[in-house]
C-alpha cells in the first residue's frame, strides 16, 4: 500500500501521522489520507483542489509534477512525503 508521511514541521500545526492507505494515483492516495485526517487537507489542498503554493509531494524521491489533478499514477509500495516548500531570499 502507497504510504503517506509528513515531516515535523507540518505536524506543528495538525496532526498527521505517516500511513499507509489504498490508491492508484497520489489524488487518490491523499483523498484515503484526508479521509482518516480530515483537518489535513486545508493544509495540502486549496479550495479546488490543487496543492498550496508552498506544498511539494515527492513521490519515491521525484517531485510531483501534476500540481492542479494529483493525477500521477503511483505503485503498490510507493512512498508519498508531503513538505512544505522555503522560499525567500
Known amino acids: ?3 503517506v508521511s ?6 506543528r500545526h ?3 501521522p505517516p500511513e ?3 490508491g492508484a494515483t497520489v489524488r ?3 483523498e484515503q489520507y484526508f479521509a482518516r485526517h480530515p483537518p489535513v487537507r486545508s ?3 486549496d479550495e479546488q ?3 498550496r503554493q508552498h506544498v511539494v509531494i515527492f ?3 521525484s517531485q510531483l509534477r501534476d500540481r492542479a489533478g494529483q493525477q500521477e499514477p503511483i505503485r503498490e509500495d510507493a512512498e508519498l512525503y508531503v513538505m512544505q516548500a522555503l522560499s525567500g531570499g
Open 28 to 30: 487518490e492516495a491523499l
Open 59 to 61: 513521490v519515491n524521491g
Open 20 to 22: 499507509s492507505v489504498g
Open 49 to 51: 483542489g490543487a496543492l
Open 43 to 45: 493544509y495540502v489542498l
Open 1 to 3: 500500500m502507497p504510504r
Open 6 to 11: 509528513f515531516p515535523s514541521s507540518f505536524q
Open 14 to 16: 495538525v496532526p498527521c
